[in-house]
C-alpha cells in the first residue's frame, strides 16, 4: 500500500487464487486486512514468473518458516539488478540462520546488497496511513539508500541503518518478549511486571545481539525498542495476543488455532533456546519461555523461576568490546 501511494505499480504474489481474484477486482483483502481499500495499482497473481517480470524491487514477507521454500521459487526469475528487500521477523528454527542469509543462499546473491526492513508498523495502521517510522538496513548502503527512496512519504518516515544484522536480529528477538508482556498481562500481573520484562527483555536481547555482531545501539531505535513498545502493548499484536491467552491458561495448539495468523515469537523462542547455547549467553526470559511453550511449565511457575534467580548487578548487560572486535 506504501508503495501503490508512491505511485509504483505493484504485483503481489500469493498462493491462493481466491485471494488473488479478489485483490485484483474487489481490491480488498479480507482475511487479512478486513477493513482496509486498496489501490487499484495493486495486482495479485499465483504466477512466481509474472509477479516478477520487469520488477525493479522484490519485497518478501514471507513467514520464516516459508522464507527458504518461497525464495527457492523466486529463484528461476531473480535478476541481480532486481533490489531484494525482505520485512520478515524470524530465524529459520532447523539452521537458526538469519532471514537476508537463508534469502542470499536461496537466489545466490550477496548478502550483503540484501535490505531488511524493520521497525514499529503494523499493517493494519499503515495501510490507513497513519504516520509511521521504519529502518532499512543493508551492509550496501546504496541499497538500503534505494529502498529507502521507494517507501518513504509523507505518512511512512524511512531511516536507513548499516548495522543489518542488528536491525534483523532486533526485529526477531522482541517477538520473545511481547510473548512474555502478554503471558504477564494474562496472568493480571500489571504495569511493574511488564515493565520489568520490557526493559530486562531488551537487555537480554541486545546482549546475545551483540554476541551475534550487532551493534548494541540499534536496540535502541525502530528495530530494537521502538518495535519492542510497539508489540508489547499494541492490539493489533499477535505475540502479545498469543502470550496474553497463555497467560490465561489457554493450550499453545488452541492459542495457534484461534489466531489463524503467523506468531513469529513461538518458533523464535526456540531458536533463541539454542542460540543462547550456541554463543554461551543467558536469555532467562527467553528461556523461561521455551520451558512454557515447549515443555509444559506452567506461566506462574516461570515468573516465579525469574523472580528468584541469583542477585545481579543490573549493567551486566553486554560486552560492548565484542561489537568493537567485530567491527575493528
Ligand atoms: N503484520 C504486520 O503488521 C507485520 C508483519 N511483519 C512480519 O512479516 C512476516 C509475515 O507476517 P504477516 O504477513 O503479518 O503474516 P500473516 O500470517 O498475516 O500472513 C502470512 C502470509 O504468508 C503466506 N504464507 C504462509 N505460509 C506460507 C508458505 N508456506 N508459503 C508461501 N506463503 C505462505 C500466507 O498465505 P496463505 O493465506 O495462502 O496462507 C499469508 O499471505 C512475519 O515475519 C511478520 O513478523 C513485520 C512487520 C509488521
Ligand atoms: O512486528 C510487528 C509490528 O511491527 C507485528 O507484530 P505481531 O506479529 O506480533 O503482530
Known sequence: ????????????????????????????????????????????????????EGAIAVLIVAPSSAMRAVTNQLKAYYKPEMLVIHATKGFETESLKRMSTVISEELECEEGRVVVLSGPSHAEEVVKRCPTTVVVASLDKASAESAQALFMNAYFRVYTNRDMIGVELAGAFKNIIALGAGMSDGLQFGDNAKAALLTRGLAEITRIGVEMGANPLTFSGLAGIGDLVVTATSQHSRNWRAGSMLGQGQKLDDVLKSMGMVVEGIQTTQAAYFISQKYGVQMPIADQLYHVLFQERQPRDAVEALMGRDPKTEMEVMKLETWEQWHS
Not at 508503495?3 to 503481489?12: E, P, R, S, T
Not at 482475511?31 to 499465483?46: G, K
Open 1 to 52: 500500500s506504501v508503495l501503490a501511494a508512491n505511485q509504483l505499480d505493484v504485483m503481489m504474489w500469493t498462493r491462493g487464487e481466491d485471494q488473488a481474484n479478489e485483490i485484483n477486482n474487489k481490491h480488498t483483502n479480507t482475511r487479512y486486512l478486513p477493513d482496509a481499500e486498496l489501490s487499484p495499482r495493486i495486482q495479485a497473481t499465483t504466477d512466481m514468473e509474472a509477479a516478477v
